[in-house]
């Protein structure tokens, strides 16, 4: 009952967030189309890629293989696996939004007081993202044939990118069910949703024989549309199938609990706090550790894993010559080293500036705990507290990842060389975010994210050659750059870190004087 | 006796919303403050420019002697406040958050805390996720009252609390003010005012309406009288407001300083009952928000 006046909350909550990511997603695969135009111009560049790529351990592990040889099937090995996980990541953070935040915070019941049936919150959270992904799947198909691809693909990649938020959508819906902690819901939901799309990752990787393991999961299903390639629309069937699935799981599942509970009942804490709990860098400590050990431990997996199948992918791109032209754009004469560092640079670079910003970004959550502040301890110090993780926390990861690197390749120098040079970049970012916190309250989260993708529309922009090369050196990456372009001395890492230290300096000065959000 | 919280023509403007306009209050030295007023008056953003919290706009304040805002991480040590929307660390227990402020504070007593957490009846050991809000006002509470401090400001404590919880607080309360702690207490529950409170403030519209103790508000203002007459009087009565009659009883509201004329006049039109009675707090009040 009532379940359109609940979308209609819904869409009035998000009016920016859900245009933006969707927007966001569909321009992803505009420029992938305009990039992969551009590096393999000939039809002979196209085949001689889908060869290489065949035999490439990491790009099948993480991208998957490619299952057709024009420019649209390059185009969706490239990226349509990424866009499965954008996809997933935003639906997955919309339910949880209007499912269990809403119930950890009270407004579900004021909701629910209202003449509003049981599963009407539910059903209004799944219809909202459910079609939100649909127009995702429109819009990628506009996308691909304005983009002079043929229909039916482009039609099979939008589908495809849909499945993979339906499929996190579905994942998120029962994991609310069982959580209190919107959070820890959104992240169960998230981890099932990656180690399923790794576990298709090593059944493309193990070649025939294993295919059977990735047609156990769903995203061996819609990573399995062959887009471009003779595509198999069934597949889809199956996804709708589990969405369904998982749906009605959800549903019974919230008809068997009370509001405001989980499925498994909360475990009770210690009466008494620990001795390491005082001040606010225990606090910190206690908020941040969790995600900390997380990233870390991610991290290092994600070096290992590159760096032992990274080796396989320098020795055979290092006889293809399809990678020519980008090759020289970024300097360098062996393509195969490039490609390598290229990989290592945008995973750190990116996943780790998101961290940082993230961590950065949890000071406005505790800002609103008044208690904490209307105690002898001072603004500058609380957030300190805070940013001393946004801080070493990725020089945690890096360090990490670069000696998982090494771990592969046998080279620790050179993997530690390859991660930790860009360390001063990602305080450059997570200084933006601190500057914006502390000057613009409200704002400050918009700011942060919108320079991440700026920097990240930047990065993509100077690859295809939109961007030359001096309006690429606003992004702080671009001095620790992976390719000739940079060559990043002692001078450089200085000068970022002091670039990254005044943005941090503002902030708190900001901080100090303003008006606190409570 | 000092004055432990000075405020002259204290202003604060959220955007456009003018919410404190020009505010005088002041606390005296061992003294329960009562600071009452409607929601949206401006109690909590007070409380709040007190705290160092939210910035002035216009005025002076002066809290323990410091500035609030200049001076907040030392003048905190000497405070402790409970707000009114208690908002906690979710992933901590109930215990957990009271250490971690008692520590902060630097003055916790162990015992008291114990004593505290027995008489509220509160379980430490559950997530603050799981508490009710009346759960986390006690959780507050029990971090302020257990710390050695010089002045508690108290943000609509009760407002959670069930009835023998706030009996538990009321008597905690005059605990406090036997140590010769000094309370700000703001509130819109009158009967908690009436039984804990040396003075009261009176807020409206981000202005001090009233203030003074309760005596010398009931003397400013009217007494309640209900009447039985033989002959019901014709037009009004001087001194006399809101005046009501059915059949031969009429009630009104008389002028405590013509109490006496109102009485002989009255007097004239056959008096065979009467009943007259000092204002309680909440008519004292509702003067002023009609």
């Given at each position: ?64 293989p ?35 935040s ?23 959270a ?37 499945s ?24 169960a939901?998230?981890?099932v ?19 059977w ?7 061996g ?39 405001g509970?989980?499925?498994?009942p ?63 754009r ?89 991660t ?37 529309a ?35 890492l ?9 943005l ?15 | ?18 919410a ?13 403050h ?19 919290l ?43 958050v ?21 008489r ?42 069930d ?23 703001s509130?819109h ?9 040396d ?17 010398q ?39 405590t ?34």
């Amino acid at each position: 009952m009532n379940t359109t006046a609940l979308i209609r909350l819904i869409l009035r909550r998000d009016r920016v967030w859900q245009p933006l990511w969707i927007l966001s997603v569909a321009l992803f695969v505009a420029t992938t189309v305009a990039t992969i135009r551009q590096l393999l111009p000939t039809r002979d560049a196209v085949l001689h890629y889908v060869e290489e790529i065949a035999r490439n351990p990491v790009i099948l592990l993480l991208q998957g293989p490619a299952y057709g040889d024009s420019v649209g099937a390059a185009a969706a090995q490239q990226r349509a696996a990424a866009t499965t996980i954008f996809a997933a990541l935003a639906s997955i953070v919309l339910l949880v939004k209007h499912t269990r935040s809403d119930e950890e915070q009270g407004r579900r019941e004021l909701v629910g007081s209202a003449a509003v049936g049981r599963r009407a919150p539910l059903t209004a959270a799944l219809t909202v993202v459910l079609g939100a992904n649909l127009m995702l799947a429109a819009l990628i198909a506009v996308v691909g044939v304005s983009a002079g691809l043929p229909p039916a693909g482009s039609l099979a990649w939008g589908l495809t990118a849909a499945s993979g938020g339906w499929v996190g959508a579905a994942l998120a819906a029962v994991a609310v069910q069982l959580t209190q902690s919107a959070r820890v819901a959104g992240a169960a939901a998230f981890t099932v949703f990656f180690a399923a799309y790794l576990l298709r990752g090593v059944s493309d990787l193990g070649g025939p024989g294993m295919e059977w393991l990735g047609w156990l999961v769903p995203n061996g299903w819609f990573l399995r549309a062959r887009a471009f390639g003779g595509e198999q629309w069934w597949v889809f069937a199956l996804v709708a199938a589990f969405v369904a699935a998982m749906a009605w799981a959800a549903f019974a599942l919230s008809a068997r609990r009370d509001l405001g509970a989980g499925l498994l009942p909360p475990r009770l804490g210690p009466a008494r706090a620990p001795a390491g709990l005082r001040g606010p860098l225990g606090l910190a400590w206690r908020t941040h550790r969790g995600a900390a050990l997380a990233w870390i431990t991610g991290a290092a997996f994600i070096g290992a894993g590159l760096g032992l199948g990274g080796q396989t992918a320098v020795e055979t791109f290092g006889q293809s010559g399809a990678l020519d032209y980008w090759a020289g754009r970024t300097g360098e004469d062996d393509p195969a080293r490039i490609f390598f560092k290229l990989v290592v640079y945008e995973l750190a670079v990116f996943s780790v500036s998101l961290y940082a910003i993230m961590t950065v970004l949890r000071l406005r959550g505790d800002e609103a705990t008044e208690l904490f502040l209307s105690g002898p301890v001072s603004r500058t110090r609380w957030a300190a507290a805070h940013l001393l993780f946004a801080v070493t926390v990725p020089v945690a990861m890096l360090v990490i990842a670069g000696l998982a690197l090494g771990l592969g390749t046998g080279d620790f120098a050179g993997g530690l060389a390859l991660t930790t040079v860009i360390l001063p970049g990602i305080w450059v970012m997570a200084g933006i975010a601190v500057a914006a916190f502390g000057l613009f309250r409200r704002a400050g989260a918009v700011v942060g994210w919108t320079a991440l993708v700026l920097t990240i529309a930047l990065e993509v922009a100077w690859e295809v050659g939109l961007v030359n090369d001096s309006l690429f050196m606003i992004s702080p990456f671009a001095h620790v750059h992976y390719s000739t372009l940079a060559s990043p001395g002692p001078g450089t890492l200085a000068g970022l870190t002091v670039v990254a230290a005044g943005l941090a300096a503002v902030g708190l000065y900001g901080l100090r004087r303003r008006d606190l959000t409570l | 006796m000092t004055d432990v919280i000075e405020i002259h023509g204290l202003t604060k403007e959220f955007g456009r919303v003018r919410a404190l306009d020009g505010l005088d209050m002041t606390v005296r030295e061992g003294e329960v403050h009562g600071f009452l007023g409607p929601n949206g008056a401006g109690k909590t953003t007070t409380l709040r420019i007190l705290l160092g919290l939210l910035r002035k706009d216009g005025g002076q304040v002066r809290l323990l002697g410091g500035d609030p805002w200049a001076d907040a991480v030392e003048l905190h040590r000497r405070l402790a406040y409970v707000p009114g929307d208690v908002t906690l660390w979710p992933s901590l227990s109930g215990g957990e958050v009271i250490d971690l402020l008692g520590r902060l504070r630097g003055r916790a007593d162990a015992r008291r805390r114990d004593e505290l957490i027995e008489r509220f009846a509160l379980d430490p050991r559950k997530k603050a996720r799981t508490y009710s809000k009346g759960n986390r006002q006690k959780v507050a509470l029990i971090a302020a009252l257990a710390s050695e401090v010089e002045l508690l400001l108290l943000d609509e404590p009760t407002s959670g609390l069930d009835p023998p919880m706030e009996a538990i607080f009321r008597e905690v309360v005059a605990e406090e003010r036997r140590k010769g702690r000094t309370v700000l207490l703001s509130s819109h529950i009158l009967a908690e005012v009436e039984a804990l409170c040396d003075r009261v403030s009176i807020i409206r519209d981000g202005r001090i309406v009233e203030a003074g103790t309760l005596a010398q508000l009931r003397h400013l203002t009217r007494v309640s009288v209900t009447a039985e007459l033989a002959r019901v009087p014709a037009g009004g009565l001087p001194h006399v407001h809101d005046l009501s009659t059915d059949g031969g009883r009429v009630r009104f509201q008389a002028d405590t300083d013509h109490i006496g004329d109102v009485l002989a006049h009255l007097a004239q039109y056959g008096v065979r009952d009467i009943t007259a009675q000092p204002p309680t707090l909440e008519e004292l009040f509702m003067r002023h928000y009609r």
